[in-house]
């Protein structure tokens, strides 16, 4: 099932517009003939076109009002337009109409929800001639279900194209492809930036969910949804780089190398994939996580800890690659961070930081494959007042969402000394700029103990998260942190808070636990992908 599927059995198709309800390919066809032809919208929909007339399309322009998309093309965003001569047309915002004469242009309107709206903004504009993609193309396979014609299903094509890919593309050998949780972030950043300083020689590809994202010089970025420019790249890529499983489509070829950095550092609290119960309610993830053990080469862990749970989690028995986790590099460049943060939020060098990271809760209505969050009661005021107490100075508190959740605080109203930094890019910067760290069953906790920071435990749903959410690899009552199951406990334990005691302890668990993190793994890393490119 395509988006017009989908568009379609939710409805979207049935309009009070008579003029639009009948409209077929064909009257675009006839109209579009010596007239300028205008595309509004570069989304999912807007594929339809390109897949109907492949290099026979013809455009004038590209409008979307998504400022995510301005600026660039529409074979950028839109897969079915990849490969495609004439689909290297810039995507502008909706003033490109008044560039054309409005009795002179037919306008394809690809939106599923807003086509009447825009209908009527194009009509105040003085353009009559306009259709709707939607209403077209269901009217055409109504007519093809008629006639017991069939259509292609999306992961079908997805599929297909891999293997053409395949098949026809050859691999290229400098070529290192990388995928990260968020945009430009985690161990693959640090590892890109690794390499960048030791080699100049590279095609360095980064699938991002914002083209806006910045990226260092010698950094070529893809939008991740455009399933066919991400299957082209991934299939000619020499190595992978990747924090999650590979797409269920792509097929890894024979001289393509596999590393699987994970999305966390050398210890993480929660049990994960093929070693979770709670995997185990979503067999098509249990399926693809087994499917991506197979594929992996090289797992990079930073711990006995992390060897091991690994190994569990991913299923996967083949080479190890103890280096460290490059993300928590960053920890060791703590001035250099503080300076990049404070200057970002615009805070006074002389101020002081604590980062709230509470991790999300599953969702009661719709289950264990969707996140919420949750149990965000920490009294911000009590926290600043006995942080200045305990430790001296002015404090600020960056409030830092899991990223599955991250524009939940947004409109909470809060005090000037809270900062919602839930969007910001690096985690891992916010955590080496910040002096103290307050989580509840985040494994952010880990990278704060990495350099002796003080964290804080603030768990008021411990019970119900134990017997509801995640089984923990660790029992949380035997971590090495203050734990607190109220706001009056987390005050208690700020206010007794001992360095010395703290240190011993957290010391104790890392060497228990075979932590090995001295700012080096993304160096290591790098060293070995040059190598093995060096050595084909």
Known sequence: MDVIDTA???????????????????????????????????????????????????LDGVVDNSSQKQGFYADDFIPEAFGIERSKIKIDDFSLFDSYKADQTVVLIASTNYYEKIAEDLEKKGISKFFVLLIMEANRRAIMA???????????????????????????????????????????????????????????????????????????????????????????????VLDLAAPEYIKKRAGQIYLQTKHWASITLKKFYLDADTFKCVPEKLELWKKDGQMIDHIITGSDFDTESCRRGFGFYGEVLKYGSPRSDALFNEQINREKVYQYFHLG?????VIYAPTYRFDRRKGKGFHESRNISLDFQMVKRSLEKRFGGEWYIFMRLHPSVATDFEKEEKPEYVIDASLYG??????SAADVMISDYSSIIFESSFVKKPVFLFATDLREYLANEYDLLIPYKSLPFPIAESNAELEQCIREFDTETYMSRVQGFLDHYGVQEDGHASERTAEFISGWISAE
């Not at 690096?426 to 955590?431: A, F, G, K, N």
């Open 8 to 58: 379609v059995e939710q409805g979207l198709h049935i309009t009070s517009r008579s003029d639009l309800s009948r409209q077929t390919w064909e009257d675009f066809e006839r109209e579009a003939l010596g007239n300028s032809v205008i595309l509004a919208g570069a989304g999912a929909c807007a594929g339809c076109y390109f897949e109907r007339y492949g290099n026979s399309v013809m």
């Open 349 to 353: 060098r002389d101020k002081k930081t």
């Open 146 to 240: 008629e006639k017991n014609v069939g259509t292609v299903s999306s992961s079908i094509s997805k599929v297909k194209f891999a293997k053409e890919c395949c098949e026809k593309e050859q691999i290229g050998k400098k070529k290192v492809f990388f995928k990260a949780y968020a945009d430009y972030a985690d161990h693959g950043k640090y590892i890109t930036e690794a390499l960048l300083k030791i080699r100049n020689d590279l095609d360095i590809v980064w699938a991002v969910n914002d083209l806006r994202t910045e990226v260092p010089r010698g950094v070529r970025k893809i939008y991740e949804k455009n399933w066919k420019r991400l299957i082209y790249e991934m299939e000619t890529s020499r190595i992978w």
């Open 426 to 431: 690096d985690s891992q910067e916010l955590v």
